[in-house]
């Protein structure tokens, strides 16, 4: 080959290494990066316009993801299941056991002459049981005793156990009347309970705890919050309410009319279509004529709505024959279909439980043991006998 020859090679070789250099570069920039960065990428969709008729695009922003919520969605308790709730608390009996242990271990002396029957009455006197019961125990505890002829504890405890449970009287009807009814319009109405006694017994509490019993027996239940004396009461209800999501309806006003508030509770009721509606009152015992006033127009207008099914009054039981007092004087009020007894853990006055049923004609349907909001349980009279003996 030829200088000239050579050169013409080498010429056309840088040619080709330039040319080959270039297009790759153009090709790269042609193609772009693949993904853009993301300040390129557009906040919004911009869905097409419809084909004809539209005048402009339709812009949807985008779904702004929800903010961090700051209140807490509030968790609703689950009440303890109603039955053996008197078996669970019996050991809050412990201080009314003390009447069954004395008067068995005076009973278990044999031959009891004159002073030991005289202990037998104080003892049950002191213990509330009330004189009238008291006669009627001893006579039979003295005739049954001597048919006995013994001094074996297990006998005596058993002679023991029978009449007292005579007297607490298993036959009364203890359930709480929540059935809902149809009305004489053919509509379903909710059962009412009013709730009736004096300031500082429970009351409140009870109604709260009385809501929860429902609740774990799967009612749909509506409080009514009547007791407008004391605005804290209707705050206390509130809370009660919102721990098992029941709705309180409730005045704003301080000294709103109670029979006001009832009427719209058992309304509320109706028209959520709540099986039960709970109304608390205040009942303060100013005077006789002011609180059959006020209970008998509070009962009046409920039964406007539906009929009221129960009246449950609330007893302090530590209060003995106070108590006993305010009893009748609500009795007199208004017609009580069943008791409360509250506070019957740490007392040794068990005994009203007797003493209040014989006085009242009417049973004892709860009783209280305890401050916890699932402390309120169906009274069970073997369960309390056997708690006395125990
Ligand atoms: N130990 C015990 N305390 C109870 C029981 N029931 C209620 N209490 C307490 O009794 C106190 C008074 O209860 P409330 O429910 O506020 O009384 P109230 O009768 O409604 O009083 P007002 O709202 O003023 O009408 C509270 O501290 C309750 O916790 C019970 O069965 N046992």
Do not use: C
């Not at 078996?87 to 201080?95: E, T, V």
Request: a negative charge; charged letters at 25%.
């Amino acid at each position: 080959m030829t200088d000239q020859a050579w050169i013409l090679i080498a010429v056309l070789v840088v040619v080709l290494v330039v040319v080959g250099a270039v297009a790759l570069t153009t090709g790269r920039r042609r193609r772009g990066p693949t993904t853009l960065p993301p300040e390129d990428v557009s906040p919004y969709e911009v869905d097409q316009p419809p084909a004809a008729g539209a005048s402009a695009p339709v812009v949807t922003a985008p779904e702004e993801p929800a903010p961090p919520s700051t209140t807490p969605v509030p968790t609703l308790e689950r009440p303890e299941p109603v039955a053996g709730r008197m078996q669970r608390l019996r050991a809050r009996l412990a201080r009314s056991g003390t009447i069954g242990q004395t008067l068995l271990s005076i009973l278990s002396r044999g031959d009891l002459a004159e002073n030991d029957w005289e202990e037998i009455e104080e003892t049950l006197l002191l213990a509330d049981v009330g004189v009238g019961p008291t006669t009627e125990l001893m006579d039979k505890l003295r005739t049954e005793t001597k048919v006995l002829g013994t001094t074996d504890a297990a006998q005596v405890r058993e002679v023991l156990r029978r009449e007292l449970l005579e007297l607490v009287d298993p036959t009364m009807d203890r359930v709480l009347h929540v059935e809902p009814a149809i009305g004489d319009d053919g509509e379903p109405h909710p059962a009412t309970v009013l709730v009736v006694g004096v300031n500082g017994t429970g009351k409140t509490t009870t109604v709260g705890k009385l809501a929860r019993v429902l609740v774990a027996e799967d009612h749909d239940v509506v409080l009514g919050a009547a007791d407008t004396f004391r605005a804290a009461a209707a705050d206390q209800l509130s809370t009660w309410g919102a721990r098992v999501g029941v709705p309180v309806v409730r005045s704003e006003r301080e000294g709103a009319d109670p029979a006001a508030v009832a009427f719209d509770a058992v309304k509320e009721g109706r028209e959520a279509g709540a099986d039960v509606v709970l109304v608390d009152t205040a009942g303060r015992l100013q005077n006789k004529a002011g609180l059959m006033d006020e209970l008998g127009k509070i009962k009046r207008v409920m039964s406007r709505q539906a009929p009221v099914r129960e009246v449950l009054l609330v007893l302090d039981a530590t209060t003995g024959q106070n108590g006993m007092r305010q009893a009748e004087v609500f009795a007199q009020a208004v017609d009580i279909t069943g008791i409360v007894l509250t506070k019957l853990d740490g007392t040794a006055k068990g005994g009203i439980v007797v003493a209040v049923q014989r006085e009242l004609g009417v049973p004892v349907k709860f009783v209280g043991l305890g401050e916890g909001p699932d402390d309120l349980a169906p009274f069970e009279p073997e369960e309390f006998v056997d708690a006395l003996l125990s």
